[in-house]
T-cell receptor, first 117, second 113 residues
Framework: NAGVMQNPRHLVRRRGQEARLRCSPM?????VYWYRQLPEEGLKFMVY????????ESGMPKERFSAEFPKEGPSILRIQQVVRGDSAAYFC???????????????FGPGTRLTVL | KNQVEQSPQSLIILEGKNCTLQ??????????LRWYKQDTGRGPVSLTI?????NTKSNGRYTATLDADTKQSSLHITASQLSDSASYIC????????????FGKGTMLLVSP
């Protein structure tokens, strides 16, 4: 059973371009989370999705950021018109259990490091 | 405001020695506390999860403790190995909201030969 896969591992974009980050959860996991980690900072929650549904997007900026988890295929975190402040490591995690269950262990991917020039 | 504070920020120890990392939190209402290990350039990997009623939990050479009254947790590493060099992150889940996890900034541990 492969772990959580993220690609690309490194992404370089110029200001104003779009960034698309992909996350394939572990087999059998239908719950996906996206986190952002700025240098010298802890991970910050962005969005929680189940298949075809956004459950909680309270940590995601209202503009330029969107996420989806279609019935087929990976979860996508999309950042439009990137700015330098978007440079960070973006981690995806998956879980077989719904959020809020006491021991809903989240399994993290290796992350995508986005650099905006 | 929910917060998780970890200390020390960084730590260097000799291979074979023990060490203890600290975590203080102000997350409420409390659900559970997790310790993760994050190798450089990798995603975090879960070490332990403890609920309100658990005082201690071990995973090999890692032992986590929880004092829910003082809102403190510690992670003790025994007989350290070079591969223990990583960032150790304390994460606290709140009972409010679907996905309220508050992450500490981590303690960067370097085990030196």
């Amino acid at each position: 059973n492969a772990g959580v896969m993220q690609n690309p591992r490194h992404l370089v974009r110029r200001r104003g371009q779009e960034a698309r980050l992909r996350c394939s959860p572990m087999k059998g996991h239908s719950h996906v989370y996206w986190y952002r980690q700025l240098p010298e900072e802890g991970l910050k929650f962005m969005v929680y999705l189940q298949k075809e549904n956004i459950i909680d997007e309270s940590g995601m900026p209202k503009e330029r950021f969107s996420a989806e988890f279609p019935k087929e295929g990976p979860s996508i975190l999309r950042i439009q018109q990137v700015v330098r402040g978007d440079s960070a490591a973006y981690f995806c995690a998956s879980s077989p259990l719904a959020a809020g269950q006491t021991t809903d262990t989240q399994y993290f991917g290796p992350g995508t490091r986005l650099t905006v020039l | 405001k929910n917060q998780v504070e970890q200390s020390p920020q960084s730590l260097i120890i000799l291979e074979g020695k023990n060490c203890t990392l600290q975590c203080n939190y102000t997350v409420s209402p409390f659900s559970n506390l997790r310790w993760y290990k994050q190798d450089t350039g990798r995603g975090p990997v879960s070490l332990t999860i403890m609920t309100f009623s658990e005082n201690t939990k071990s995973n090999g050479r890692y032992t986590a403790t929880l004092d829910a009254d003082t809102k403190q947790s510690s992670l003790h590493i025994t007989a350290s190995q070079l591969s223990d060099s990583a960032s150790y992150i304390c994460v606290v889940r709140s009972n409010s909201g679907y996905s309220t996890l508050t992450f500490g900034k981590g303690t960067m541990l370097l085990v030196s030969p």
